[in-house]
């Protein structure tokens, strides 16, 4: 069976994606059902974490969104039937690539797919939309009158994170990086209601002129903004940057601009914060949570609320509130060059692959 897969180098900076064909997997059991995939689409992989869990393999399995139809379903199978339309996450240890024509999956993994929802809406969302719900309801409380800052809120999880906190009635300020992205943003709508523009303020970061703190004081009238969500920061001055940070907003930039009780929900996985860091969170009885979509998957403890998120997020999506933000469907022989464009981060909008 026909996939794609990341072949890794001793320094896991290397990688290489190559389409192999794997053996058959068994006829399902227990609570597994069996899946033609329809669409796949593709997310960076996280090589570090997946060598701290000693999940590493000489061929790692890419492509865990997707979306299909349930052909076969095991004997303790509760929640699907056969010609189900179904869409998921694969679990990190998952062997099978995303990319397979069908795919063995525990039924845990998967939610039912709205009719009026295609294929590739549903696999390009569930990843986004999940990390979307974590920052704005697990790690933090948006509601209506909280301010809330998404950071590069043009790219597919900024523009999910900005849908699900305007339905959530927060004011919305967001920084970008080019006149194309600040026009995207300006341009946002509501499917439904008033059809004003989705974002409060856009920033625009590569403006020399524009300073992010003094941005979001004056728009909050001095007070601060209640929800930071970053897409990444820089730890260091710009010199000690690498390239790719360069664009990030620093991390006291952050600091300085967070409300009293203030959220900073980040991703930056090695953040660092030095004494008067501490201090300046301290006085403001701010807090900093990081965003890892994948401790869902790592422990089952709240399975339940994990299956919860996902079926909202279909349901989001089947009544207009998110628009993912996505390419054409490539085929399958594009797989391997555009998963190379996403694991260097050189891709605008979320890619998906159509069987």
């Known amino acids: 069976m026909r996939g794609l897969y990341c072949q890794l180098a001793e320094s896991n900076e290397d990688i290489k994606f190559v389409l192999q064909d794997k053996e058959s997997f068994p006829s399902v059991y227990d609570h597994y059902v069996k899946i033609q995939v329809r669409v796949c689409a593709f997310s960076p992989v996280n090589t570090k974490l997946l060598t701290e869990l000693k999940l590493q393999k000489d061929f790692l399995p890419i492509g865990r969104e997707v979306a299909g139809v349930v052909i076969e379903v095991g004997p303790k199978v509760s929640f699907f039937k056969p010609n189900d339309e179904v869409v998921g996450i694969l679990p990190m240890d998952c062997t099978e ?8 999956i525990h039924e845990h993994s998967l939610v039912t797919k709205p009719e009026n929802v295609s294929w590739a809406d549903a696999a390009g969302t569930i990843r986004d939309g999940l990390r979307a719900y974590m920052a704005l309801h697990t790690h933090s409380s948006v509601s209506a009158g909280t301010t809330v800052l998404v950071m590069d809120g043009a790219n597919p999880f900024g523009t999910i994170v900005i849908q699900l906190a305007h339905y959530r009635g927060a004011k919305i300020i967001s920084t970008v990086h080019n006149n194309e992205d600040k026009k995207y943003l300006e341009e946002l709508r509501p499917t439904v209601g008033i059809r004003q523009s989705l974002v409060a303020r856009v920033i625009n970061v590569s403006d020399s002129k524009v300073d992010l703190v003094d941005s979001s004081m004056e728009e909050t009238g001095g007070l601060g903004v209640s929800i930071v969500v970053d897409c990444g ?3 260091y001055s710009k010199d000690d940057e690498s390239a ?3 664009h990030l907003p620093h991390k006291h930039d952050i600091l300085s601009l967070l409300a009293v009780a203030g959220r900073w929900v980040t991703t930056e996985e090695n953040l660092q914060l030095d004494p008067p860091d501490s201090r300046l969170l301290f006085c403001k009885g701010a807090s ?6 994948e401790v ?3 422990s089952n403890m709240q399975q339940g609320k994990y299956l919860h998120i996902l079926k909202d997020v279909m349901e989001k999506l089947s009544i207009g509130t998110f628009r993912p933000q996505l390419d054409e469907p490539i085929p399958i022989y594009e797989a391997t ?3 190379e464009m996403v694991q260097k981060n050189q891709v605008r909008k979320k890619q998906v692959v159509r069987l």
């Open 97 to 104: 690539s995303g990319l397979s024509n069908t795919l063995l």
């Open 233 to 235: 920061v820089q730890l």
């Open 244 to 246: 790719v940070k360069r």
């Open 288 to 293: 900093i949570s990081f965003l890892n979509e």
């Open 296 to 298: 869902w998957q790592l």
């Open 337 to 339: 060059v555009a998963m």
